[in-house]
Structures are given as structure tokens and as C-alpha cells.
Nanobody
Framework: QVQLVESGGGLVQAGGSLRLSCAAS????????MAWFRRAPGKERAIVSA????????YYSDSVKGRFTISRDNTKNMATLQMNSLKPEDTAVYYC?????????????????WGQGTQVTVSS
């Protein structure tokens, strides 16, 4: 079992920044690929970004590419999502997810563990 706890959400004006953190406990953190998903009002949950077990490979959705940065620290069992130049359309509940194995996938169905979610609201 892996427990994931997100933090860092909040209310920010358009153009601002937030940093989301995902603290993991349980099994060996480096044995998991990590991802951030979001669910915007009225929309399905969608992947935002992902990172492989070592941090050597990352993925970003087109909507956040160039603005968001995913990273991980296996010594601290932590994954982070730095979000810059935020837009109102980034408003959503953001979820941290862990997938057993070294590589990530884009679909949420491959992820084994989920955090409770953290709200991000970007005002215009």
C-alpha cells in the first residue's frame, strides 16, 4: 500500500504560481511512476503531467506544456508540480497518483494509488 497526500492548492490570480506537493508513504517510492491528474468542473479527469521512477522522463499535456514542471525527490518520497502562468482554465481538483513500475502511462486506469485531491482555483 502507498498513501498519497497532496498539499499546496489554493486560490491564485491569473498569471500567478502555485506549487503542489505529494507526500508518499508506504512502499519504496522509487518503485512507482508518478502523475498529476485534474478534474475540472463538468469535465472528466485528465492527466496533466507524469514522471518516471528516476525523474529522467516526463510528460506534459499540451495545455500545460511550458508552464508546469513536474519533479520528484526519491530521498524524500515527494513529488511536486510547479505551476506557473496559471490560467482560469487550470481551475480544477488536482490529484496525485502512483503507478507501480518504473514507467508512466497516460490513462488513469493504470494508476494504483490516489491522493484525496487538492483544489486549485485561478481567478481572472
Amino acid at each position: 500500500q502507498v498513501q498519497l497526500v497532496e498539499s499546496g492548492g489554493g486560490l491564485v490570480q491569473a498569471g500567478g504560481s502555485l506549487r503542489l506537493s505529494c507526500a508518499a508513504s508506504g512502499r519504496t517510492f522509487s518503485g512507482y511512476a508518478m502523475a498529476w491528474f485534474r478534474r475540472a468542473p463538468g469535465k472528466e479527469r485528465a492527466i496533466v503531467s507524469a514522471i518516471n521512477w528516476s525523474g529522467s522522463r516526463t510528460y506534459y499535456s499540451d495545455s500545460v506544456k511550458g508552464r508546469f514542471t513536474i519533479s520528484r525527490d526519491n530521498t524524500k518520497n515527494m513529488a511536486t508540480l510547479q505551476m506557473n502562468s496559471l490560467k482560469p482554465e487550470d481551475t480544477a481538483v488536482y490529484y496525485c497518483a502512483a503507478k507501480e513500475g518504473r514507467d508512466f502511462y497516460g490513462s488513469s486506469r493504470f494508476y494504483d494509488y490516489w491522493g484525496q485531491g487538492t483544489q486549485v482555483t485561478v481567478s481572472s
